[in-house]
């Protein structure tokens, strides 16, 4: 797994506008390289920023948006088109302006669907499995994984000391979630790990002492962001305010 590296930012306008950036690049790349890309989308203020920044660039046009896969970390089990779901927030900033294969973006199953959050994880999975490498393991590649990082250090739904820590399967329903709503679905850590790059994504002062210690090698039960690592490339992407509890050696400003 690769060790982390640091990119800050001076507020939560140039992060999103970079983050955009980033992503549109890493989306050509990987096109060039495998003729496709796949994503893995998070939710929150900074990401619908990041969302809405990329649907404004010019540069976006140039991806092959047909042959883009898109995931999300993670949901609130919630009725579909609820504004409190990922998906919800992610189509209204972004993916419904763009020209995507529909049978090539994956959400979450909604609390409607009509199953339980454990049969909703269990399908996810499967669709996950379906979409895997011939030859590997029950997982898709993912070229880039986004994370939002909570002011407890949580990324995707893996809480701090939440039983879903401990999780192996691809994909688990969580319950007694900490923050509102109780019930969601999430990637585990063992799967958010198989991703290529995983950008972990903060911006603001209450993000500052998660973002401080998950640097500083605190245990990722207590901080699930410190037990996060992509196979080639682990990026915190920070404003300033975000990063204040970050050593300086560590930091490239930007």
Known sequence: MSEASVAVHADP??????????????????????????????????????????????????????????????????????PERNETQARAALLGALPLDPARVHPMPASD???????????????????????????????????????????????????????????SAVRGSPKPPPVRTTLTLPTINTAEEVW????GADKARAVGMALAGAGSVQLPAAGVRGVSRTLWLLDRAAAADVPARLRSLR
Do not use: C, N
């Open 13 to 82: 306008h140039l992060l999103a506008q970079a983050v955009a950036a980033r992503l549109v690049v890493k989306l050509l790349d990987a096109q060039a390289d495998r003729g496709q890309a796949s994503v893995v989308l998070t939710g929150g203020r900074i990401a619908a920023a990041v969302y809405l920044a990329v649907a404004a660039l010019p540069a976006q046009d140039a991806i092959d948006w047909s042959r883009v896969d898109v995931w999300w970390g993670d949901e609130r089990f919630l009725p579909a088109g609820d």
């Open 113 to 171: 669907a009509g199953f339980d959050p454990e049969e909703a994880a269990a399908r996810y999975a499967a669709e996950l499995a379906a979409a895997a490498r011939p030859g590997t393991a029950a997982l898709p590649h993912f070229d880039v994984l986004m994370l939002g990082v909570g002011e407890d250090g949580h990324v995707a739904s893996v809480f701090p000391e939440h039983p879903v820590h401990y999780e192996s399967r691809p994909v």
């Open 200 to 203: 972990l994504v903060a911006s």
